[in-house]
């Protein structure tokens, strides 16, 4: 038996990118920072080209992106 508290305790966290045409994929991410590390880069590219959204990406946040 597995124990539910074990499987739940880190998740597994992967990011979708897709490039042009090219099969979309899924790349792992090692954990929260390193995915906050990411989309803050991907929100600061976003900013320099739009109106710029001031988002805070505390983790459950990141876990709707």
Known sequence: EIEEDAVLQEPLIYLHR???????????????????????????????LHSAMNLVLFQEAMQHV
Not at 27 to 45: F, H, R
């Open 18 to 48: 897709s490039v042009g045409s090219a099969e979309p994929s899924y790349l792992p991410v090692a954990g929260w920072e390193q995915l906050s590390c990411i989309l803050t880069e991907a929100l600061d590219g976003y900013n320099e």
